[in-house]
């Protein structure tokens, strides 16, 4: 089967190297860079399973600039281009999706298109509408920045937004791609599985929410969360997972899904979803409020993304501390070696973690490094359980 992959970020290029093990994929990127990175075997994300298995499989699998090379004959066209959440119209902005459909189905007349970008819920129906084909399929994706591949070879579930055969042919396509059998898959109605993806998201910012506003309990208290963590995650019903306090739920996904969610309720009466998006505001100006009383002169942030093995800092909540502290007017400098463009919004950017360490009075962290070891008296940070 010849495959077009729309967009090669974490979720694109994920699904393009599971589907190339046994069709012709072509990926397709407006950056020519990670276009050249892909032909090159080369990773364009921070994903080490990833690296590895786009060197050592045999991979039917090349990328291009060019829109209209990919989907000359294309049987499956995937979309997986950015939707970030506008907040003038409260609702993500969907015209990459948009204008990949209108190519798509232009120039593909037989061709299922798989959107796995996340949308709001109706708009498989309104598209589907307006360009006048039942060939348009939301499945929503799960995956985990750092770990993107594993958790297509290994997924916990296929949800598939299409009762038909063209559903269950991609669920079909993707449970082949698999390392694992027995793989639930699910096949909804496409408004549903619109919803799963962001009741999903936003379940889990809530559970972020939750075990950060205890900690912010314990912490005015003077109490020891991790007993109370401890203790109540002993209830099966609750668990032992996900419960790390964190500066807030930041990244790509969760920020952007609880606020598409909250507009998507409309006249729907809510409280726990308004609560879930204004939580992670709190959260921030409370632990900000705890730096700021320590009075240093110099902040050192050590690292802008949201977790371990990632490379995407995108509305991480590291950045909504630092801009609550600078507006106290206290020094932050920043150390991150991704970054090339220095200074980071009025912020020094180091790539020398000693001087670093030596220039900052406090060092917040979201997450806990050994390179900070020998500087722990320094350390900000809520890590309890040394985990993402």
Same mark, same amino acid.
């Not at 799960?142 to 038909?164: C, H, M």
């Not at 063209?166 to 042919?169: D, I, L, P, V």
């Not at 050192?300 to 093995?309: C, D, T």
């Given at each position: 089967?010849?495959?077009?992959?729309?967009?090669?970020?974490?979720?694109?290029?994920?699904?393009?190297?599971?589907?190339?093990?046994?069709?012709?994929?072509?990926?397709?990127?407006?950056?020519?860079?990670?276009?050249a990175?892909?032909?090159?075997?080369?990773?364009?994300?921070?994903?080490?399973?990833?690296?590895?298995?786009?060197?050592?499989?045999?991979?039917?699998?090349?990328?291009?600039?060019?829109?209209?090379?990919a989907?000359?004959?294309?049987?499956?066209?995937?979309?997986?281009?950015?939707?970030?959440?506008?907040?003038?119209?409260?609702?993500?902005?969907?015209?990459?999706v948009?204008?990949?459909?209108?190519?798509?189905?232009?120039?593909?007349?037989?061709?299922?298109i798989?959107?796995?970008?996340?949308i709001?819920?109706?708009y498989?129906?309104?598209?589907?509408?307006?360009l006048?084909?039942?060939?348009?399929?939301?499945?929503?994706e799960?995956?985990?920045?750092?770990?993107?591949?594993?958790?297509?070879?290994?997924?916990? @579930?296929?949800? !598939?937004?299409?009762?038909?055969e *063209?559903?269950?042919?991609f =669920? /079909?396509?993707?449970?082949?791609? $698999?390392?694992?059998?027995?793989?639930?898959?699910?096949l909804?109605n496409?408004?549903?599985?619109?919803?799963?993806?962001?009741?999903?998201?936003?379940?889990l910012?809530m559970?972020?929410?939750?075990?950060?506003?205890l900690?912010?309990?314990?912490m005015?208290g003077?109490?020891?969360?991790?007993?109370i963590?401890?203790?109540?995650?002993?209830?099966?019903r609750?668990?032992?997972?996900?419960?790390?306090?964190?500066?807030?739920?930041?990244?790509?996904?969760?920020?952007?899904d609880?606020?598409?969610?909250?507009?998507?309720?409309?006249?729907?009466?809510?409280?726990?979803i @308004?609560?879930? !998006?204004?939580?992670?505001?709190? *959260?921030?100006?409370?632990? =900000? /409020?705890?730096?700021?009383?320590? $009075?240093?002169k110099?902040?050192?942030?050590?690292?802008?993304?949201?977790?371990?093995?990632?490379?995407?800092?995108?509305?991480s909540?590291?950045?909504?501390?630092?801009k609550?502290?600078?507006?106290?007017?206290?020094e932050?400098?920043v150390?991150?070696p991704?970054?090339?463009?220095?200074?980071?919004?009025?912020?020094?950017?180091?790539?020398d973690?000693?001087?670093?360490?030596?220039?900052?009075?406090?060092i917040?962290?979201?997450?806990?490094?050994?390179?900070?070891?020998d500087?722990?008296?320094?350390?900000?940070?809520?890590?309890?359980?040394?985990?993402d």
């Open positions: 089967m010849k495959i077009a992959v729309f967009g090669l970020g974490y979720v694109g290029i994920s699904n393009a190297a599971l589907l190339a093990q046994n069709h012709s994929v072509t990926g397709v990127d407006l950056d020519a860079d990670r276009v990175q892909v032909n090159d075997r080369i990773s364009p994300v921070i994903d080490d399973e990833l690296s590895t298995f786009l060197t050592e499989q045999a991979l039917d699998l090349r990328a291009t600039t060019q829109a209209e090379e989907l000359d004959g294309a049987e499956l066209v995937i979309v997986a281009t950015p939707t970030n959440y506008d907040p003038d119209t409260n609702s993500f902005n969907t015209s990459s948009d204008m990949v459909l209108s190519q798509a189905v232009r120039h593909c007349a037989d061709s299922t798989i959107i796995k970008s996340t709001p819920v109706g498989i129906e309104r598209m589907r509408a307006e006048g084909t039942d060939r348009i399929i939301f499945s929503p799960f995956l985990r920045e750092g770990q993107a591949l594993r958790d297509n070879l290994y997924p916990n @579930r296929i949800v !598939v937004g299409d009762q038909t *063209r559903g269950q042919a =669920a /079909d396509v993707m449970v082949q791609g $698999a390392a694992i059998d027995d793989i639930p898959v699910l909804t496409p408004s549903e599985a619109e919803a799963i993806k962001l009741f999903s998201n936003t379940y910012a559970r972020v929410a939750y075990f950060n506003e900690d912010s309990y314990a005015a003077g109490m020891d969360s991790r007993q963590i401890d203790g109540i995650s002993l209830d099966p609750i668990g032992g997972h996900y419960n790390n306090p964190s500066f807030g739920y930041g990244g790509y996904c969760l920020p952007k609880t606020k598409q969610l909250l507009a998507n309720y409309n006249d729907v009466p809510q409280n726990l @308004r609560a879930i !998006v204004d939580a992670n505001r709190t *959260r921030k100006d409370f632990l =900000a /409020d705890q730096i700021i009383a320590k $009075a240093p110099v902040v050192g942030v050590y690292r802008l993304a949201m977790k371990s093995g990632s490379d995407n800092y995108r509305q909540s590291i950045q909504g501390i630092m609550r502290i600078k507006a106290k007017g206290i932050v400098i150390f991150e991704l970054l090339d463009d220095e200074p980071f919004f009025g912020s020094r950017v180091y790539r973690l000693e001087a670093f360490k030596a220039d900052s009075d406090l917040v962290t979201n997450r806990q490094a050994e390179v900070l070891d500087v722990q008296e320094k350390v900000f940070t809520r890590d309890l359980f040394g985990l």
